[in-house]
């Protein structure tokens, strides 16, 4: 195959009893049916809750199944609980050995490899990233050889957490520590990934569009496919708009597109929150 195109969608969040957020997915999946990618990633918070309900995990898959397009997915912090950082707060929602066997179970494998167009592509579970649970350790080890079997391949990389703000060794700060994949696995992590060609890492996660280049890596931040969040309640850094992005491999190019499907509607977080207080 001398073109592999990916769309990669993310922060969909789905529940059954959100139906705005339902109504956002399906404008999403006329546009896939109408485009017809390859492959179709979601870079993580697939679900709304899933670490307190397994129907909002299978709920998504549900959906996702619809699509007339095969789907990877990623695990977000919705969906497994969050990393520990060293200088935030404890998360509410810490990530657990069961959480991530219940997103295998019901959305399939949360980290992959697979090799398209002259490309390695690579999907990571960012979320047990400075865990300590058994399977951070084994990711590692995994990563480690899908590196080495690249044999020199452009590598597309995607995980729910951006490594970084700016630079690979911005200090992590308490207020943003939960927004980026944290230290010391951030450090170990760009060690790996300077030992190769590096094209593209894609992620989700902060709800925002953005799109720079750091030396010759592309970093994108997938906007949400469901929901923004106010300036109120968030810095603003990139764009904030609910849409999806569009990727077109081929040996050693890449083109990537911002795309904001019709009828897709930027619900606000408080309107979402409004609703749960009412439920
Ligand atoms: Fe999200
Ligand atoms: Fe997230």
Known sequence: MSEFRLTQISDTHLGRRFAGLVANFHCISEHIDATRPDLVVNSGDVSFDGPTSRDDVEFAKSLHDALPVQCRHLPGNHDIGDNPTAVGPAPASPVSEAHRQQFRAVLGEDHWQFEAAGWCFIGLNSLVMNSGLAFETEQFDWLTSQLAGAKGKPVALFLHKPLFLNLPDDPELTETSFRYVPQPARQRLAQMLGEIDLRLVAGGHVHQRRDFTFRHTRHVW??????????????????????????????????????????????????????????
Request: aromatic fraction near 6%.
């Open 222 to 279: 997938a906007p949400s496919a469901g929901f923004v969040i106010s300036d109120q309640r968030q810095q603003r850094i990139g764009i904030k708009e609910v849409g999806l992005v569009e990727y077109r491999f081929q040996p050693d190019s890449l083109e990537v597109r911002h795309v904001r499907p019709p009828g897709l509607v930027d619900i606000d977080l408080d309107e979402i929150q409004a609703q749960m207080a009412a439920d």
